[in-house]
C-alpha cells in the first residue's frame, strides 16, 4: 500500500474562538492551539503542503465578518502562515462547500486530509462527512481540534461532552482520529491512521454497555 499523500488544513484557527462569542472550550483553547502549532512544525518538516481555511459571513454577522478582529487568524498561526500551499475563504461548514479546495487537492494528487481547528462540532464534522462523497481521506487531531460548551431549546452539553463524543463518532466511520503525537509517527513512517468501522464500534459499545 502506498503511503497516504497528505496535506495539513487549518480550519478557522480565527480570533472568534479566542476572544469572541464562540470561545474553545475543549481541550482548552491554548492548549489544542499548542498543538496545531505543533502540527504545522511537523508539516514543515515532512514538506507537507499546508492549507489555511478562513469563515466568512457578511456584514451584519454576529461573527466572522472580514475586517473585524475576530476575522482575523490567530496571530502565531498567521505569522507562519503566510507562505501556505493554499488560503480558502468559505461561507459554510465544509471546507469543500463552494470552494475549489477538491480541485487543487486532485490536481497535487493529495489523498488524504489532516484536519485540526475550529471547531469539532461544526466545521471539523462537516467538512469530515463531506469528505465521504469526494473520495478523500480524513484524518482528525483530537488534541489540536476543540469545541464550546452548547445549550439550546434540544437541551445542554458540555465543550467535552461534545468533543469527546464526536471524536468517537468520527473514528467510527469518517475519520482516523488521533493524538497530534501519533500524527506525527504516522508522517515520520509514512504510513496511514487507523480507523475503526461501524460495526466493530457496536460490538465494542454494546460489550462496555
Known sequence: MSAPRRALVLVDVQQEYFD???NIEYPPREESLARILQSLD???QAELPVVVVRHQYPEGA???????PGYELQPEVKARTGDAAKHITKNLSSVFAGTDL?????????DTLTLVGYMTN???LGSAADAERLG????????ATGA???ANEAGAVSARQVHETLMVLLHSNWAAVADTEA?????????????SDLVTTAAKGRADH
Do not use: Y
Not at 62 to 68: D, E, I, M, N, S
Open 20 to 22: 469572541g462569542p464562540l
Open 183 to 195: 500524527w506525527a509517527g504516522a508522517v515520520s513512517g509514512g504510513q496511514e491512521l487507523p480507523k
Open 42 to 44: 511537523v508539516a514543515k
Open 62 to 68: 454576529p461573527a466572522f465578518v472580514a475586517g473585524t
Open 122 to 124: 461544526n466545521c471539523v
Open 102 to 110: 477538491a480541485d487543487w487537492l486532485r490536481a497535487n494528487d493529495i
Open 148 to 150: 464550546i460548551h452548547m
Open 136 to 143: 478523500f481521506t480524513i484524518e482528525v487531531l483530537s488534541d
